[in-house]
């Protein structure tokens, strides 16, 4: 680029001295001129770019006009025509200590929310029938305090199918083609997390207060592990309702990414937490049962079943918290993660059930 009177050098440009000015061309018009390819790259300030790696991909685009008023001589602003490159989520939103490892596509942002939600549908539906068959048939010999911790386990997970489902509307719908709005964080959002998190201590506690209902009646020692799963509990609790709050705080996406290093300890603690509180509680579980075996086939069979029932459940939603925490750190510049997360309060209504 050939430098002109009172026009900012291409250096000054890289360093991103200057920005769009308000009588540059639309996002939309630049979007639609991603396929365009030109060989310089200019970063461009401004918070409207958060999500523009949704619609272009980081795809170069065609000769844009940048006002620059900072260099306007007789006329009201300067206007260099300059190929650019619009900057994708990379470059334009993230900690640089944690720089993303997959380059952000709209079908690994969107398309993960889309199949995290529908796999979340399947499951609320399963979850809902077998509650229908609870009460139908087998809630006359609990305890109202079981009935009322599964009615808990239902509505909340209920209500997460409400937010997840405002979260695709808004994304899809509401705010479809306007990069600006999707850079915010819409309520249901750290709803979801909320949901996820607080199902999970629910349900644990749940487990907890039968391991030591069962372990008090044998006189089982082992029933004094729940002491460490409800803290483990307690400490998920706590990282997921701070990671929700941090979210609802930044308001948007942009200073969201910002804040990588702590989301990375908050979601690595929880995660770990949730995982290692559902081993002990099924390990316990385990243990108790076994003891507890006798000279009758029948009676072992029952035991085995139980056992084969505990350890199912302790792999399915360990492996959600898990895997959850793996795909947000190592598959960052997508949202994979939201599959087991959206998934895991529907493990916890099913396996209660």
Same mark, same amino acid.
């Given at each position: 680029?050939?430098?002109?009177?009172?026009?900012?050098?291409?250096?000054?440009?890289?360093?991103?001295?200057?920005?769009?000015?308000?009588?540059?061309?639309?996002?939309?018009?630049?979007?639609?001129?991603?396929?365009?390819?030109?060989?310089?790259?200019?970063?461009?300030?401004?918070?409207?770019?958060?999500?523009?790696?949704? &619609?272009?991909?980081?795809?170069? @685009? !065609?000769?844009?006009? =940048?006002?620059?008023?900072?260099?306007? /001589?007789?006329?009201?602003? %300067?206007?260099?025509?300059?190929?650019?490159?619009?900057?994708?989520?990379?470059?334009?939103?993230?900690?640089?200590?944690?720089?993303?490892?997959?380059?952000?596509?709209?079908?690994?942002?969107?398309?993960?929310?889309?199949?995290?939600?529908?796999?979340?549908?399947?499951?609320?539906?399963?979850?809902?029938?077998?509650?229908?068959?609870?009460?139908?048939?087998?809630?006359?010999?609990?305890?109202?305090?079981?009935? &009322?911790?599964?009615?808990?386990? @239902? !509505?909340?997970?209920? =209500?997460?199918?409400?937010?997840?489902? /405002?979260?695709?509307?808004? %994304?899809?719908?509401?705010?479809?083609?306007?990069?600006?709005?999707?850079?915010?964080?819409?309520?249901?959002?750290?709803?979801?997390?909320?949901?996820?998190?607080?199902?999970?201590?629910?349900?644990?506690?749940?487990?907890?207060?039968?391991?030591?209902?069962?372990?008090?009646?044998?006189?089982?020692?082992?029933?004094?592990?729940?002491?460490?799963?409800?803290?483990?509990?307690?400490?998920?609790?706590?990282?997921?309702?701070?990671?929700?709050?941090?979210?609802?705080?930044?308001?948007?996406?942009?200073?969201?990414?910002?804040?990588?290093?702590?989301?990375?300890?908050?979601?690595?603690?929880?995660?770990?937490?949730?995982?290692?509180?559902?081993?002990?509680?099924?390990?316990?579980?385990?243990?108790?049962?076994?003891?507890?075996?006798?000279?009758?086939?029948?009676?072992?069979?029952?035991?085995?079943?139980?056992?084969?029932?505990?350890?199912?459940?302790?792999?399915?939603?360990?492996?959600?918290?898990?895997?959850?925490?793996?795909?947000?750190?190592?598959?960052?510049?997508?949202?994979?993660?939201?599959?087991?997360?959206?998934?895991?309060?529907?493990?916890?209504?099913?396996?209660?059930?």
């Amino acid at each position: 680029m050939k430098q002109r009177s009172g026009v900012p050098t291409e250096e000054k440009l890289s360093m991103g001295e200057y920005s769009i000015g308000e009588k540059t061309s639309s996002l939309m018009e630049l979007a639609r001129s991603a396929k365009k390819l030109h060989t310089r790259t200019v970063p461009i300030s401004s918070p409207l770019l958060v999500h523009i790696h949704a &619609m272009c991909s980081g795809q170069r @685009v !065609g000769q844009i006009n =940048l006002i620059i008023p900072e260099v306007a /001589h007789n006329d009201a602003n %300067a206007v260099i025509p300059l190929p650019v490159n619009l900057p994708s989520y990379t470059e334009t939103c993230q900690d640089p200590n944690y720089p993303v490892k997959i380059k952000p596509t709209y079908a690994g942002i969107y398309g993960s929310i889309l199949c995290a939600n529908l796999i979340a549908l399947c499951l609320y539906g399963m979850g809902a029938l077998m509650v229908l068959q609870y009460f139908g048939r087998h809630a006359t010999h609990d305890t109202a305090l079981i009935k &009322m911790i599964i009615m808990v386990l @239902v !509505g909340v997970s209920t =209500l997460q199918t409400i937010f997840s489902s /405002h979260q695709i509307y808004d %994304a899809f719908i509401t705010k479809h083609g306007d990069l600006a709005l999707l850079d915010q964080i819409v309520f249901s959002v750290p709803g979801i997390w909320l949901c996820s998190y607080f199902s999970a201590f629910v349900a644990q506690s749940f487990f907890c207060s039968r391991i030591w209902h069962v372990g008090s009646r044998m006189k089982n020692r082992a029933r004094f592990f729940i002491i460490p799963a409800l803290l483990l509990s307690l400490l998920q609790l706590g990282t997921g309702t701070a990671q929700a709050s941090i979210m609802y705080i930044d308001k948007t996406y942009s200073k969201l990414s910002m804040n990588t290093t702590l989301l990375i300890q908050t979601t690595a603690i929880q995660g770990v937490a949730t995982a290692l509180s559902d081993i002990i509680i099924s390990a316990t579980l385990c243990y108790i049962f076994n003891a507890n075996r006798s000279p009758m086939g029948r009676t072992n069979s029952m035991i085995n079943k139980l056992i084969t029932y505990t350890i199912n459940r302790a792999l399915a939603t360990s492996f959600c918290a898990v895997s959850s925490v793996i795909l947000f750190y190592f598959c960052s510049g997508t949202y994979y993660f939201m599959i087991p997360l959206f998934a895991t309060t529907h493990f916890y209504l099913i396996s209660a059930i």
